[in-house]
């Protein structure tokens, strides 16, 4: 059963902080990894979605990054702002088609 | 831009009682997924829906549980007898493809079964 780990739970920086959020998985064999935002009490914002031919993806300020053979991926904010603190999930889908999730970063950008 | 929607937004209900979700998936997805999250914990997989059928489900889907797209555009979610522990927030998502598609989530029905 795929495994999905998120390191670290939780993060509190300062605004302008570059920032790199870790996901790992136990499973290699998978076909999408998918970052998501959750503000409290919503539901998931999709943010970028990685195919398993692909390496990374970058959108606006956001870049993810996928290694299937060491079973990582990073997602990478570039200068944070007080309106990314939300909790950060990413999500690896294997041929079963359906998702695992991780436990997710809980993120705090400081004015 | 298209999305997921989900009602009602918070249920409360006895244990014991009937309850439906509703979920309205974006129009052109093939795909339907719930997907369930107990306060505190990761989002855990429930079922997944394609061509009218159950694909997949986890062991968390067990007959209490069942799936019902009953037109073109709502997809449901049944449990027939709650328990305490069905308390959560509800999920639907639904994506264009199966494994390598984006998955798309509505905005949750939180389910307090007292």
């Known amino acids: 059963k795929q495994e999905v780990t998120q390191i670290p739970a939780a993060l509190s920086v300062p605004e302008g902080e570059n920032l790199v959020l870790n996901c790992s998985f136990t499973?290699?064999?998978?076909?999408?990894l998918q970052w998501f935002r959750q503000d409290p009490g919503k539901g998931l914002t999709s943010l970028l979605l990685?195919?398993?031919?692909?390496r990374e993806q970058t959108s606006g300020r956001l870049n993810a990054s996928l290694d299937k053979s060491s079973g990582r991926s990073t997602l990478y904010i570039a200068a944070s702002q007080p309106g990314d603190s939300a909790t950060y999930l990413c999500a690896a889908i294997n041929n079963f088609n359906k998702f695992y999730f991780g436990s997710g970063t809980k993120l705090n950008v400081k004015p | 831009e298209p999305e997921v929607t989900q009602t009602p937004s918070h249920q409360v209900t006895q244990m014991g009682q009937e309850v439906i979700l509703r979920c309205v998936p974006i129009s052109n997805h093939l795909y339907f997924y719930w997907y369930r999250q107990i306060l505190g914990q990761k989002v855990e997989f429930l079922v997944s829906?394609?061509?009218?059928?159950?694909?997949?489900k986890s062991e968390i889907f067990d007959d209490q549980f069942s799936v019902e797209r009953p037109d073109g555009s709502n997809f449901t979610l049944k449990i027939r007898s709650t328990k305490l522990e069905d308390s959560a927030m509800y999920f639907c998502?639904?994506?264009?493809?199966?494994?390598?598609?984006?998955?798309?989530f509505g905005e949750g029905s939180r389910l307090t079964v007292l």
């Open positions: 990685i195919q398993s031919s692909q």
């Open positions: 499973d290699s064999a998978i076909y999408n």
């Open positions: 829906f394609y061509n009218n059928e159950i694909s997949e």
């Open positions: 998502a639904s994506s264009t493809e199966g494994s390598t598609g984006e998955l798309f």
